[in-house]
């Protein structure tokens, strides 16, 4: 048997998702090397804090256990001081970025400047973070492209719920006639919750605490992670160049539990939806984009998918309707889908 072949890797972002790829690293070392012939060398980590290199590698369940204790990545040896991640990218020797680094829908920043970096350098780039694809999703492509750099971001959308890949992968010749979704496993867990008589702040409290949701739930309450998603599925399965300005978004703040009751009332529910609607015209290929709550047949299959659950339902000529779901409710499965696609592009 040969060694396995080494994968230099940068971690972007220390949050809950490459936290938990560490985590799988501790657990799966072994089984990488025996059925793919891969071994990840963690040699750059970064946090807000700053980012430190070690060319031996970092010690992942030492590294993770320094960061669940508060440890900041500036205390690390290897710190490298006032340096940005793209900076330091511009130089490493590095085969792998994995970039989980928080959403800026605003500049993108960090994780864009490190996307371009690595990528105009070849390096394979495996994103969790929505900003970069969201700002410049075709400018990515084309680096990438230019380069000969792998680029894959199945766990920007439902974590490990594979939807990029069966959009790209298993559609082929498909003309996608709707798709529909539930994509924020925060807000379906929060109207689950509201809709058996518990408080919409206890629903929320209860996400952050498991690290689903963020200190500041704006971008899920408020619909923008499901339109983030929304817009990542428009460009990379549906074909079109859309941007949050084509999704018209409202979220889930002004449902109340009188809503949810009537609805029940009615045998349906209360979901937010994610959905892409073909245009009349066909041959246009302009889509429909939208993200609202919306009153939804309580025994439907996205109906059927409660709390922790996302789920999504595409209608395309070819394949008839498909029907996917995932219970996820810790942030492990999304660390898991970044391997997924690290070692699709790797091995």
């Given amino acids: 048997m040969h060694p396995p072949h080494t ?3 940068a971690l972007i972002g220390l949050g809950n998702v490459n936290r938990n790829f560490l985590r799988i690293l501790e657990m799966k070392h072994a089984t990488l090397a025996r059925r793919y012939g891969l071994a990840f060398v963690v040699v750059c980590v970064a946090d807000s804090s700053g980012v430190a290199v070690a060319a031996n590698g970092f010690d992942p369940a030492a590294t993770r256990q320094f960061k669940e204790a508060g440890g900041r990545v500036c205390d690390l040896p290897g710190s490298v001081a006032g340096a940005s991640p793209a900076a330091v990218l511009a130089t490493l020797a590095c085969d792998l970025v994995l970039e989980a680094s928080p959403v800026n829908l605003t500049t993108g920043e960090p994780g864009l400047s490190v996307a371009r970096a690595a990528l105009q350098r070849g390096i394979a780039v495996v994103l969790a973070n929505k900003g970069p694809l969201v700002l410049a999703y075709r400018e990515l492509h084309e680096i990438a492209a230019a380069s ?3 680029l894959a971001f199945s766990a920007t959308v439902c974590g490990a719920l594979p939807v990029i890949n069966i959009g790209r992968r298993d559609l082929i010749a498909a003309e996608v006639r709707s798709l529909r979704g539930i994509f924020n496993a925060t807000t379906n867990f929060i109207l689950t919750e509201m809709a058996t008589g518990r408080s919409y ?6 996400a ?9 739930p704006t971008l899920d309450v408020a619909g923008w992670d499901a339109a983030n998603k ?4 428009a460009n990379s399965v549906l074909g079109v160049e859309a941007t949050l300005a ?10 109340t539990a009188a809503h949810l009751a009537h609805a029940a009332a009615q045998g349906a529910t209360i979901k937010l939806l994610a959905t892409a609607a073909r245009g009349a015209d066909p041959a246009g290929g302009g889509y429909t984009l939208a993200v609202a709550p919306t009153v939804t047949r309580a025994d439907s299959f996205l109906g059927q ?3 922790w659950e996302m789920g999504v339902e595409i209608e395309s000529d070819l394949y008839g309707r498909m029907y996917h779901k995932i219970w996820e409710r810790e942030p492990l ?3 898991a889908a970044m391997l997924r696609d690290a070692v699709n592009l790797l091995r």
């Avoid at 702040?201 to 209860?206: Q, R």
């Avoid at 952050?208 to 500041?216: L, N, V």
């Avoid at 084509?246 to 449902?255: F, K, P, Q």
């Fill in 305 to 307: 998918c409660h709390g």
């Fill in 208 to 216: 952050q605490r498991r690290g689903i949701a963020e200190s500041d």
């Fill in 201 to 206: 702040a206890d629903a929320l409290a209860e």
């Fill in 246 to 255: 084509d999704v018209a978004v409202t979220g889930i703040t002004s449902v």
């Fill in 333 to 335: 499965p999304t660390a």
């Fill in 148 to 150: 000969g750099a792998g």
């Fill in 230 to 233: 929304l817009v990542i599925v």
């Fill in 7 to 9: 994968i230099r890797t």
